[in-house]
């Protein structure tokens, strides 16, 4: 569902009168300017992740999760992973394993005795087949062949991201969001059945009345990536602003509040599958260079398109990510 994204342009709208040589020289020293102001502030964001960095290297053996490596970092658990995956062009989950995987590398190339079972152990794997299966997806060689021949030439194509260098315009506003009583279903299972979900909350709106598709805004929460959340963890609210207090039903349907704050909003356009082509280039370029600090809450969207009969393409959707 979420794919990986793209660099803005800070640029200003087409068609405008072309500007004096005086105009010109104040719009390079603004830019100039705002080039000097953001660059402490993505220092101070790149030493974050350099410890983040440190500490998987120094804690192999240890808790790697996404909750502790939050910690390590001073982030919130529910952007870590997108900040995560943006900063580094990987999963956090991947990281960790071709970190593992060349640690384990390193063994074997450096210790002739050292079996591929003690190897697959260290890296973390229930078995030697999983390992070398592992192994020969990130080094193009089995651990055995390797160990006769190290060969890392392999390793410096490892964290090639092709999908990261396309390019696209992005405009990215700052609101006070209020706190909103929304009626909510939560999905809990495989993204793939999210579209089943959806269906069970629309027919409880038009049934209930509580929650008029027509004059209710329609709100989504994800707690987790779908790209790295495992299919029977991930978890989804599906939500429609209330109008009237909630009565009891059997659909599952219960009230929560969307907390109220500050947030950064950015607007994609087209299919909600291809959202992450315009979440990513929020957490990789514009978050480094702000200064701002995310808030302990997840990201959520607005649908501003609901009727089936607006084409894919036309679809828009607010996204916002909750700052503190």
């Known amino acids: 569902m979420l794919r990986a994204a793209a660099r803005p342009r800070w640029r200003g709208k087409r068609g405008r009168a072309s500007k004096s040589g005086k105009d010109r020289d104040a719009e390079a020293d603004d830019h100039l300017a705002m080039r000097t102001e953001t660059a402490p502030a993505r220092a101070a964001y790149a030493r974050r992740f350099d410890a983040v960095v440190e500490y998987i290297?120094?804690?192999l053996d240890g808790?790697?999760?996404?909750?502790?490596?939050?910690?390590v970092a001073n982030f919130s658990a529910f952007h870590f992973h997108r900040q995560f995956s943006a900063y580094l062009g990987v999963p956090v989950a991947r990281y960790v394993q071709l970190m593992r995987l060349r640690r384990a590398a390193h063994r074997l190339a450096s210790a002739a005795r050292r079996s591929v079972l003690d190897a697959s152990l260290d890296a973390g794997f229930d078995s030697p087949e999983a390992f070398s299966r592992a192994f020969r997806r990130a080094f193009g060689v089995?651990?055995?062949?390797?160990?006769?021949?190290?060969?890392w030439r392999a390793w410096s194509a490892v964290f090639i991201v092709p999908h990261f260098n396309r390019s696209i315009v992005m405009q990215i506003h700052?609101?006070?969001?209020?706190?909103?009583?929304?009626?909510?279903l939560t999905h809990?299972?495989?993204?793939?059945?999210?579209?089943?979900?959806?269906?069970?909350f629309v027919a409880w709106r038009r049934r209930s009345g509580l929650s008029p598709i027509e004059c209710s805004r329609t709100f989504g929460i994800p707690y987790g990536n779908p790209d790295t959340t495992p299919p029977d963890d991930f978890r989804f609210d599906i939500c429609g602003e209330l109008t009237k207090p909630l009565a009891p039903n059997d659909d599952g349907v219960h009230e929560l509040v969307i907390p109220g704050g500050r947030c950064a909003v950015v607007r994609h356009v087209g299919s909600p599958d291809h959202i992450g082509e315009t979440i990513y280039p929020v957490y990789r370029d514009w978050l480094p260079a702000s200064g701002e600090e995310l808030r302990d809450q997840p990201l959520f969207f607005h649908y501003l398109s609901v009727h089936p009969e607006t084409p894919l393409e036309q679809w828009q959707t607010d996204v916002y990510i909750p700052l503190a």
């Open 63 to 71: 808790d790697l999760s996404v909750d502790a490596l939050s910690r």
């Open 174 to 184: 700052l609101v006070d969001f209020p706190a909103t009583r929304v009626a909510a």
């Open 142 to 151: 089995s651990p055995s062949a390797f160990r006769r021949k190290p060969d």
């Open 188 to 200: 809990q299972g495989a993204p793939e059945r999210l579209p089943q979900s959806v269906q069970r």
């Open 57 to 59: 290297d120094d804690h």
